[in-house]
């Protein structure tokens, strides 16, 4: 493929003939989260040396996936890139297996222990917190009441309130997002990653929806605002913000 740059993932204990379909679709789908530029990114085959991965990356986004892989194993990866990361460096532990990413000039850009890793202590932690996000179900006749909260990446958060909490949050079910503070249980699992594992909701508010165009074009109309004096407010708050 012309204007691509290639990408080798392997997997030492795995070759073409013995990697199980349904484990290739797997890892196959942890490493497009991986790569991310979904739309640029093109598996090509299973090569042989071990089973190696390869893949094609578009030129407009050969900067942006190996940023990415760069970043995958540090504290400064994205939480997408982090948890891709991981979650492929438990199927090789799980397969006892261990797994690196090359580039075409057999360059390597990130490893993964897999069966390597080191055994992290498991601990639990409480703490107050806040989720944003929609209610997607309110459940149960206890004094304590089932709350699912999905937030903009998908995860789904199980909380609970109070009865009196839950017949206020009951009249946003599936509509708008709502922020909810209160007292968090998290534990962190051997893979060092944390998980929420209840959440009791204390307070919530409806988060505004209106666009940061609609607000600012409403503060032009307020008397004596700066704002009003201004061509393009929208760009000005970006600006300030340092959003380009």
Not at 54 to 59: D, G, K, L, P, S
Not at 188 to 199: H, S, V
Request: glycine letters at 6%.
């Amino acid at each position: 493929m012309e204007n691509s740059q290639s990408l080798d993932f392997s997997i030492d204990v795995f070759s073409p003939e013995t990697i199980p379909m349904s484990r290739l679709a797997e890892y196959l789908h942890e490493l497009a989260a991986l790569y991310g530029s979904q739309a640029c990114v093109h598996f090509k085959e299973v090569r042989k040396g071990s089973a190696v991965l390869h893949a094609h990356v578009e030129c407009d986004a050969i900067a942006s996936v190996e940023s990415r892989l760069r970043l995958a194993n540090t504290i400064a990866a994205p939480d997408d890139v982090r948890r891709a990361y991981h979650n492929i460096n438990g199927m090789l532990k799980s397969d006892h297996a261990v797994g690196q990413i090359n580039l075409p000039t057999s360059a390597l850009i990130l490893v993964f222990p897999g069966r390597d890793t080191a055994v992290q202590k498991t601990y639990r932690v409480k703490e107050a917190g806040v989720l944003d996000g929609v209610v997607i179900r309110i459940g149960g006749k206890d004094q304590t009441i089932p709350v699912w909260l999905k937030d903009a990446d998908g995860t789904v958060h199980k909380c609970e309130a109070n009865s009196e909490m839950a017949r206020e949050l009951v009249q946003h079910c599936l509509s708008l997002p709502v922020r909810v503070t209160g007292n968090g249980d998290w534990l962190r699992g051997e893979n060092g990653l944390w998980t929420l594992e209840k959440f009791k909701i204390t307070g919530w508010e409806l988060l505004d929806e209106t666009p940061i165009s609609d607000i600012l074009n409403a503060a032009r109309l307020t008397k004596g605002n700066s704002w009003n004096d201004l061509d393009d407010p929208v760009h000005v708050h970006l600006d300030m913000r340092g959003v380009e």
